[in-house]
């Protein structure tokens, strides 16, 4: 018999940071995943966020200011940093896929990099102003010595890292790159990620077709990405560099889909092999030790404690019907 989760308490309450109330905030992609988790945070913090997507929320949040705006158009990016004057900009508009398809090059390519140029470029030319980026453990790391990036988004990530380290070394342009593991939690609505798509299925009474499973990944919670940005929002020693954010722990797919079993109640077997594993897939985990001597993070929310939250938000949804 399947066991839906009961919604469960929230993590101990998060070390709150006085130093944002007030502050001028632009966040990209505040609709997407971490975006909409991060503005609700600044929000709750008292900064004044200026929060840029192409389909922004029908009404705004505390302390939320909309903007309609294409980060891949740089007259426009001009604009709305000239405009909003922000002490700090979050980038996280992105399109993230991980498939290995021709296709995907080019608009990785406008999303993960042009993005980036246009808003490093619009910066330059406001001092002071401090730049997080949302990186990705896909992408080579220095000490892989020629190996090939995995994928269209994992070579635009990275390439965007590139940028970021020259306009602060050439320009002095404060940016620093958050390079981040497998993000989960409540709100994901991408349903074709792993974590809600298996979540959903057992749900439903479905098994779920997956790959090998033997991957290894870094999974961190969302609320502790959000905590990592604001840190390196807050961190003027973060400047130019490149910082892993994840668990340092390395789980593989399959035990992660069986503890999502576990934590679900689901006797449901999940069809591994249906799926061909993807060519370059490798195990990517973060190193956190630099993030935890720059910024002072940790994650705090192990993954048990992560999935448990994750199933009874899903689990909420679909009694509800609400989910998109």
Do not use: C
Not at 99 to 121: E, F, G, H
Not at 193 to 216: D, F, H, I, M, N
């Amino acid at each position: 018999m399947l066991t839906v989760p009961a919604p469960q308490d929230p993590p101990a309450p998060r070390r709150e940071d006085p130093g944002w109330y007030g502050s001028r905030v632009l966040v990209t992609g505040a609709t997407g995943f971490i975006g909409a988790h991060l503005v609700r945070r600044l929000g709750s913090l008292g900064a004044e966020v200026h929060a840029v997507s192409r389909n922004p929320r029908a009404r705004a949040g505390q302390g939320e200011n909309w903007h309609v705006a294409d980060v891949g158009d740089a007259d426009v990016i001009e604009d709305l940093v000239r405009s909003t004057r922000p002490a700090v900009v979050f980038h996280l508009a992105s399109e993230v896929a991980g498939a290995r398809d021709p296709r995907l090059v080019r608009p990785m390519l406008q999303s993960n990099l042009a993005s980036v140029v246009n808003l490093l470029t619009a910066v330059a030319d406001t001092p002071g102003t401090r730049v997080v980026l949302a990186g990705s453990l896909e992408e080579p790391r220095p000490g892989e010595g020629e190996a090939a990036p995995s994928s269209p988004y994992a070579v635009a990530k990275w390439a965007a890292n590139g940028y970021a380290r020259m306009f602060h070394h050439l320009w002095d342009v404060p940016v620093t790159t958050l390079r981040i593991g497998m993000v989960y939690g409540p709100g994901q609505r991408d349903t074709r990620k792993l974590v809600p798509y298996v979540t959903l299925s057992l749900l439903r009474g479905e098994a779920p077709g997956l790959s090998s499973g033997t991957r290894q990944l870094d999974w961190v919670y969302v609320d502790d990405v959000v905590e990592a940005f604001l840190a390196a929002g807050r961190s003027a020693g973060a400047a130019g560099l490149s910082l892993d954010i994840g668990t340092g722990t390395r789980t593989s797919i399959r035990d992660t889909v069986e503890l999502l079993g576990q934590v679900i109640g689901s006797s449901l077997r999940p069809r591994y092999g249906a799926l061909d594993d993807r060519p370059l897939d490798s195990a990517r985990i973060a190193d956190i030790a630099p993030a935890a001597e720059v910024l002072g993070w940790r994650p705090a929310t192990g993954l048990e404690e992560g999935l448990k939250l994750t199933a009874a938000w899903y689990a909420d949804r679909l009694r509800r019907d609400a989910l998109l």
